[in-house]
């Protein structure tokens, strides 16, 4: 049967499965009693199993099965949680990840087995969580050879799917060798000849399994000894020979595992253990599982509802359509030479108000909860303060907050940076924290909220704050400014250094509380989206980060404005005034146009010559109008020939060709069918 | 053997500049627009880079080849036309003085640029084409539609 049909749809539903599977960890990590996790997170790994088996992938199966073996024993009681059993069910994630994206990109789930993790797995079973019940060890039916001599290397710990391997061969006749090979002490290339060991050994023979793992062997990763189990058909005195022709090779140990009572003996047991298990189990559902299981799935059913997976290529399609809509309406409202009678003019707006309300309905469509950006944090927090021996706790709030999809896609590297940065930068060592009579656990807090037009998202931290004098000096040693203008310099001012790519670059960056890591990136990318980032921050007591976004990005409100004989479109949401000045109010300072706005001196940009429109008349004016546009707090002039009114406009991307111009963000369509270009207030202002 | 001749033998749209005729593969061309179209210039751009027009709904940049191979700049006549390309997402219009028509060329009528030197720039060239005594000379769209030349970074 062919599954290729179900693929995208197996792949929707793996992913959101391993995001419970995440999210669950995580709160089992923080409560291990916690029953209703393991519940659910056994309730994933099941289905995983069997979307995985159904789909023939069958590594990616057969890990999950694993995972259930060991998520069984947890229902069971059989075994505790422990960090160590923790870090193994995140490892299991990682991989079951690392299999949806090879999925993704490929099609198949690849080659790698993740026999690490499945051993490891196995292991905890095994040894019964090892870590917090060693008792129960004598419990665990452990495998059975034949008596080993002394002298020989220990056992291979063999799992159940090796000792069904071998069950399986033994019943064809093969026979499974354990084989020690002991190279020379002065052997130099050890991988080299390990690899020619493996040769010769493939040649009459399967391996199955070795120790150390092949991959460590090829890198040199081990003593001057390895094992490995095979499965052969062959006398062992083959082997022997074979082996002891290879140069270098001191020593070499072949043990026949006898298969079958080993195996049965496990076998036994281990049907018999399952069989308990599952009685258990089955015990368990039926009674305090289930009004918990139930509680959650019902649940869960409200939060998500009715809902119809759409291609987002169709959306783009419909607000397209929608956008060519609002472009008819406009002209038509327009149109000159008709008569405009009563119901001409009623007729009019009650188009317009269906196209608005159309384009919200398309608009809202699109949008996304922050939280398929923000739930994918926990874990990475976990991680980064792990490593960094750090304690840290994550606060999210807002998570529901919407942003369209668009947005979304490119919000996620912005936000890792930042909460990197407080991570790793912001939040000071266990030890200092201490000594600073702070609390030990460091707060990062990201919120997401509504602000008019304007979506926020807030990453703040606890931790030391910018040390603006360390980072004055530090502009000052690159020769951004001098002694002079630092003196003058606003607080502001010199934390925008640190946006700046030359800072970020910087040799000792750590040593300006590290904030200059990408930084400029985080912004470059929140400007393309139309957005602003602005800092605050208090020494010793931590630095927030605000992201300001546009809620929609396709349709916007927008001011046009004629620069020679040419249209040009401004933001309207960035235009704080219009305003007409007498052309001597222009003064210089530096080089650079100015005039004094409210007290302030405000940088004047003339337009025309910002965008060498070709202009016939060049004689002066006596008055200019200026649109004042702001940029976080900063004001700018821009000098334009005429305003022609205020106006929705749909943008359009120039284009992959055009792509990088500065000062131009994108074109619109104008009634009359002509293009008008938009520009980009945040270039201009700078 | 006549299947054959006939998956290789590809069309071209053969066009004028000038004297010249030139060639673009038929597969890279969604349309030919006639009427006078508004090209809205966009600032800081190269010369040869007219401007954008609204082609229905989608805004799409033109390329004066005259410009780009070195000559004077066109004058738009009754026989100007458009001619919108797209290939890998990129979609451009290049004017041309007028266009002629479309021919089947197959590696019989074309021959390789190494034997023939011209002042256009090579790169700009795929091959030339012989059909009935005219010279064809055949434009690769990649090379002549390239980013980085474009934008002159």
Known sequence: MDMSQYLEIFIEETKEHLQSLNQCLLQMEKNPQDNSMLNEIFRVAHTLKGMSGTMGFNRMSRLTHDMEDVLQALRSNEMKVSPVLIDLLFKCLDALESYTTMIVETGSEGSEDNAAIIDALAEMIRKKGSVSAPAATAAAPAPEFSAASPDLAADLALNQYDLNVINKAAALGNNAYQITVKLNKGCVLKSARAFIIFKTLERHSEIIKSEPKVQDIEDEKFDFEFTVVVLSNEDEAVFDKDLNSIAEVDEVIIKLIKAKEAVAQQAAGNTAHAEEQEAKAADESSEGDQSQSKADSAAKRTKTGKTVRVDIDRLDVLLNLVSELIIQKTRLEGLEGIEKTQSYVETVEYLERISTNLHDAVMKVRMVPVETVFNRFPRMIRDISKNLGKEVELKMSGEETELDRTVIDEIGDPLIHLLRNSCDHGIESLEQRKSLGKPEVGLIELKAYQDGNNVVIEVGDDGQGINVDKVKKKAIERGLINKDMAANLTKKDIIDFLFKPSFSTADKVTDLSGRGVGLDVVKTKIEALGGIVEVETELGKGSRFFIRLPLTLAIIQALLVMVGEEKYALQLSSIHKITNIPADDIKLVQKQEVVMYRNTVIPVVRLDKVLEVPKENDEAQKYLTLVIVKKGERLTGLVVDKILGQQEIVQKSLGKFLSGIKTITSATILGDGNVALILDVNTLAN | ?153
Not at chain 2, 41 to 55: H, Q
Request: aromatic share 6%; net charge negative; hydrophobic share 45%.
């Open chain 2, 1 to 153: 053997m006549a299947d054959q001749k006939i998956l290789e033998a590809k069309k071209f749209l053969i066009f004028r500049l000038g004297n010249e005729e030139y060639g673009i593969d038929i597969h890279k061309i969604t349309t030919i627009i006639e009427k006078d179209m508004n090209i809205a210039r966009v600032p800081k751009l190269p010369v040869f880079i007219k401007g954008v027009i609204n082609l229905r709904g989608e805004i799409i940049p033109v390329i004066s080849l005259r410009l780009k191979f070195g000559m004077a700049e066109e004058v738009f006549g009754p026989d100007t036309r458009i001619v919108i390309i797209k290939f890998e997402e990129i979609s451009a219009g290049l004017i041309v003085d007028s266009v002629a028509e479309v021919i089947e060329l197959d590696e019989d009528t074309t021959e390789s640029i190494a034997n023939i030197s011209g002042e256009l720039s090579m790169d700009y060239i795929t091959g030339v084409g012989k059909s009935g005594g005219r010279i064809i000379t055949l434009l690769n769209l990649e090379k002549l539609v390239s980013l980085e030349d474009n934008m002159g970074k």
